[in-house]
């Protein structure tokens, strides 16, 4: 029996193209951090003429020659996603056309990650008209491999890779931990759990641990650690009658060795929070959100955090201070541009990338730049 893939509803193709709006709104939402100038210029507008690539579902990944690589839902030569990359000169290649069944198709949601001594990409895709994952291999000397199906227990959700300090790849399923060699075997560890459950965010720990962020449909959500083997130590339960508040997103590691992350609600204004977790599990509220953030917290170079606030009918740009200061500091004119993780490529210039909008409102890269 084929299966039929259900696709969520910002990953699905837009009924008709929305043309770019030309311009853009500096807005600002208190603190003092407000800059002196702030541009963003679109890099790529994607088509999908060609068999090209359109819809692009995950954020950049910088790789050692120079590129920067990514994934879209939509596009190539089935019509079942692609994988390409952005040239130093800011062209736009596809590499592999997802061929679904064992070699994948419709990737959205989970970067790339660079492992195997800087020498390779790995990712997941999601659905396959047979119905599970899969993972792969891009060689940055050339080269596509498919490991097949992800995980032992065969599931549609994947959450990406994590390169673990052994070497190796971990990753999820939402009934399987798995691990994966640089070559693709790979070991599955079932959970103890008794139901499904979702992950929402992982990071690489201490000591050959990862840190995650989970729950179970009725459930609290939590922050655990979980080593290579599988075992599960809890940190701390996430809860609207707690400081940091319930719903927690985007968990990233730090260059301070913290990690940083944000919740949806909770919180004075009902938005939930900026906080921080150590791989203690001593979680700290650091600020009260005064909008709601959805996207991944990107750290900058000089320690400044950025992600996105996301209003109905109008989506932005957010800073947040190592003192706590807030401050939006760029608003998007075009309603249908639905940005997702920046990755800073020169200081204060960041590459991102829009799942929808453009000039064929079928995605876009675009670049910020932020006058110090």
């Given at each position: 029996m084929q299966h039929t893939p259900t696709i969520p509803p910002w990953a699905r193709r837009p009924?008709?193209?929305?043309a770019l709006a030309a311009g853009v709104l500096l807005a600002s939402c208190g603190g003092s951090d407000r800059p002196e100038a702030v541009d963003v210029r679109i890099v790529h507008s994607f088509d999908g003429h060609d068999a090209g690539p359109y819809l692009p579902a995950s954020g950049?990944?910088?790789a050692p020659d120079g590129h920067f690589y990514g994934l879209t839902t939509w596009g190539g030569t089935l019509d079942r996603g692609t994988l390409y990359r952005l040239t130093p000169d800011e062209k736009v290649e596809r590499l592999h056309s997802f061929q679904d069944g064992a070699d994948g198709a419709l990737p959205y949601g989970s970067e790339m990650v660079l492992a195997d001594g800087g020498r390779s990409l790995y990712g997941t895709t999601n659905y396959t008209m047979e119905g599970p994952s899969t993972s792969f291999r891009w060689s940055l000397g050339g080269g596509f491999t498919s490991f097949g199906y992800l995980g032992t227990v065969?599931?549609?959700y994947s959450d990406g890779l994590v390169a673990g300090s052994d070497g190796n790849l971990y990753g999820a399923t939402d009934r399987e931990w798995m691990r994966i060699t640089p070559e693709g075997v790979q070991t599955g560890f079932l959970y103890p759990l008794p139901h499904f459950w979702f992950m929402d965010s992982m990071v690489a720990g201490d000591g050959g641990t990862f840190a995650l962020v989970w729950h179970q449909s009725g459930a609290p959500h939590a922050l655990e650690f979980l080593s290579h083997?599988?075992?599960v130590t809890s940190l701390f339960s996430f809860g609207e009658d707690t400081p940091v508040g319930d719903h927690p997103m985007g968990l990233e590691r730090a260059r301070d060795g913290t990690m940083r992350g944000y919740t949806g609600r909770g919180g004075a204004h009902g938005h939930g929070t900026f906080f921080q977790a150590t791989t203690a599990g001593v979680v700290t509220k650091l600020i009260d959100l005064p909008k709601p953030?959805?996207?991944?917290?990107?750290?900058?170079?000089d320690g400044r955090w950025y992600t996105f606030v996301c209003e109905e009918g109008a989506h932005a740009v957010a800073r947040i201070t190592p003192d706590g200061s807030f401050t939006v500091i760029y608003t998007f004119s075009d309603p249908e541009f639905f940005p997702e993780a920046l990755v800073e490529h020169q200081p204060n210039r960041?590459?991102?990338v829009s799942l929808h909008g453009g000039a064929m409102g079928l995605g876009s890269i675009f670049e910020l730049v932020i006058a110090p």
């Open positions: 009924a008709r193209a929305v950049l990944t910088p065969r599931q549609d083997e599988g075992e953030l959805c996207g991944m917290l990107t750290e900058a170079s960041f590459y991102g």
